[in-house]
């Protein structure tokens, strides 16, 4: 009964590991519009920003990602009193 549990315990082990999260960074296309529009925005902030008189700007971009947002809502019901009310939203 011992072993049973434990490879069960070890296959789930294995199988969480393999499996992806919500929420993981995942490798994005360095090429796609968006990713261009944000990185210029990005370098133009920072220039703004520095105070230099000098400008700074992109030599190599060695890797993009993205990351979805984890969104939470939390819902207090109480059906006794035909009750229901959102108590912490994170979007």
Same mark, same amino acid.
């Given at each position: 009964?011992? @072993? +049973?549990?434990?490879?069960l315990l070890l296959a789930l082990c294995l199988a969480?590991? +393999?499996? +992806?999260l919500v929420g993981d960074p995942t490798n994005f296309n360095m090429k796609?519009?968006?990713v261009q529009e944000a990185l210029n925005?990005?370098?133009a902030q920072y220039n703004k920003d520095s105070g230099s008189l000098y400008t700074s700007q992109v030599l190599n971009v060695i890797k993009v990602q993205t990351q979805p947002r984890v969104c939470t809502l939390a @819902?207090?019901?109480?059906?006794?009193l035909d009750s229901m009310k959102l108590v912490e939203n994170t979007c």
């Open positions: 009964m011992i @072993v +049973k549990v434990v490879v969480l590991a +393999k499996a +992806k796609d519009p968006q925005f990005a370098v @819902v207090w019901s109480q059906p006794w």
